[in-house]
């Protein structure tokens, strides 16, 4: 049974830094790219960051771009989300998920219907 199961979320004030984690199991975990998207209220999942198999090419939405760093292990089975200066924006539920596509084009990477798993999320709140 395939498990992401997120943590280190929490309240923040404006311009404060976070870091998330993911951990998986059940999975082959270098088989799979791993991205986190978030959700506010009453608002769409939207794409936060991905990173690939290897770690080695990572790609991120632009409202997030030179504050949010993805990465990942793959000897521990995790993958993280560095989120830095953050603001009130960024408040949202965050969630984890792995995709076993072995070719994917640069939209589909950003689309949430591409992943095959996901964690059941972890709040971030940034206060102003």
């Known amino acids: 049974q395939v498990h992401l199961v997120e943590s280190g979320g929490g309240l923040v004030q404006a311009g404060g830094s976070l870091r998330l984690s993911c951990a998986a199991s059940?999975?082959?975990?270098?088989?799979?790219?791993m991205a986190w998207f978030r959700q506010a209220p009453g608002k769409e999942r939207e794409f936060v960051a991905r990173?690939?198999?290897?770690?080695?090419?990572?790609i991120y939405a632009d409202s997030v771009k030179g504050r949010f760093t993805i990465s990942r292990d793959n000897a521990m089975h995790t993958v993280l989300l560095q989120m830095n200066s953050l603001k009130p924006e960024d408040t949202a539920v965050y969630y984890c998920a792995a995709d076993k596509s072995t070719v994917v084009t640069a939209e589909l990477s950003t689309s949430w219907g591409t992943y095959d798993y996901w964690g059941q999320g972890t709040q971030v709140t940034v206060s102003s």
């Open positions: 059940g999975i082959t975990f270098s088989d799979y790219s």
């Open positions: 990173v690939s198999r290897s770690g080695g090419y990572r």
